[in-house]
């Protein structure tokens, strides 16, 4: 008998349900799933009403399910044992943790700091949000700007690509003047 894709999705999800701890699976076990949605995505548009199109969006909107719920369960495992194994996580696993586990150091900071008193690391902690930077990617040519930190950038040309304060991309993205989707935002 011939294992499907939804066949496999479905069994890793089983087991994980059944185990406490965070299991191992493999590695490219999301990247096997996107591949097997692409391969299977040109046989079903939208528009298209035939069976074999609705079948086959069936089966991407099974293997989405399953893939989203298998995610959410190892996530939640690893939030409820934040010491558990991270090898045990795949790279897109870990891409969704990493900025979880930052945030717990940076709790735990805060919490050390009004513990120890210490209000001057505060105060650098809180500057620290105060300006963020994102890379955008200009859609047309755009005049030198001075950025809400007080420096100068640009000029800049079509497909240009810069890091500038979060507060002026949103400026420039809503005028049209660079692309929406930019990369996350840059630490400084």
């Not at 097997?36 to 298209?48: L, N, P, T, V």
């Not at 991407?60 to 044992?81: G, H, P, V």
């Not at 805060?110 to 955008?136: C, P």
């Amino acid at each position: 008998m011939i294992e499907t894709a939804a066949d496999k999705l479905h069994r890793l999800l089983a087991d994980e349900n059944a185990s406490k701890e965070l299991l191992k699976i493999p590695p490219n076990t999301y990247k096997e799933i996107a591949a097997h949605i692409k391969s299977i995505r040109a046989e079903s548009s939208e528009g298209d009403r035939s069976l074999s199109s609705e079948l086959s969006f069936a089966e991407r909107k099974i293997l989405f399910d399953i893939a989203k719920r298998l995610i959410a369960l190892r996530i939640s495992k690893f939030n409820r044992d934040p010491d558990a194994d991270v090898s045990n996580l795949t790279m897109e696993e870990k891409y969704i943790v990493e900025p979880l586990t930052q945030s717990r150091k940076r709790s735990d900071r805060i919490g050390e700091s009004i513990f120890n008193g210490q209000t001057l690391e505060l105060e650098h902690l809180s500057s620290a949000v105060k300006q963020k930077y994102v890379y955008v990617r200009f859609l047309q040519p755009y005049a030198a700007i001075t950025g809400s930190d007080m420096a100068t950038y640009g000029p800049f040309e079509p497909e240009d690509v810069a890091i500038v304060p979060v507060d002026n991309a949103k400026l420039l993205v809503k005028n049209g003047i660079v692309a929406r989707s930019w990369i996350e935002p840059e630490e400084r």
